[in-house]
């Protein structure tokens, strides 16, 4: 097991619910000894992320697709902006998408919360890297 200190949760924020499927698994592969949480809608994430659990439950990362229908991941992250930082203190958030779109890279570079721009599928590659940048190596 490859685990990551102070990495203990990661969210995935997707509509398709397949895909979800999908990226459980890839995070599991990853031998990383997580909780994975996979939410289909972008309120729902939001009162997720904005109740009062352990840090342990909290996600160090978030999986964030962009195009959803009704909120888009952009809308997700204008509310996580204003979210109380105890409740985003330790996440990075990873936008992971089929966009080829230049704007939505830009916009995700100047974006203070989101930390990395993927392609989707998530793969355990890519997942390894985020978590060995961001989060200490546990034991």
């Known amino acids: 097991m490859k ?10 924020i997707d509509d398709d619910k ?6 459980t698994k890839v995070v599991e592969r990853a031998g990383l000894g997580v909780s ?3 939410i289909n ?7 997720y992320l904005s109740e009062d659990k352990p840090a342990t439950e909290q996600p ?5 697709d962009i195009n959803m ?8 992250m204008n509310l996580y902006n204003q979210l109380d930082d105890r409740y985003k203190a330790n996440a990075v958030v990873v936008m992971l998408t089929t966009s080829l779109n230049p704007d939505d890279y830009q916009r995700a570079q100047q974006n203070g919360h989101i930390v990395d721009f993927l392609q989707k599928p998530l793969r355990v590659e890519s ?8 989060f200490s190596e546990g034991e």
Request: hydrophobic share 50%; net charge positive.
């Open 41 to 47: 809608n972008v309120p729902d994430a939001i009162a």
């Open 36 to 38: 994975v949480k996979a």
């Open 127 to 134: 997942l390894l890297t985020v978590a060995s940048r961001y």
């Open 3 to 12: 685990t990551r200190g102070g990495l203990h949760s990661i969210l995935l």
């Open 18 to 23: 397949f895909t979800n499927l999908i990226h």
């Open 69 to 76: 229908p009704g909120l888009t991941g952009w809308d997700f």
């Open 60 to 64: 160090g990362i978030i999986f964030l």
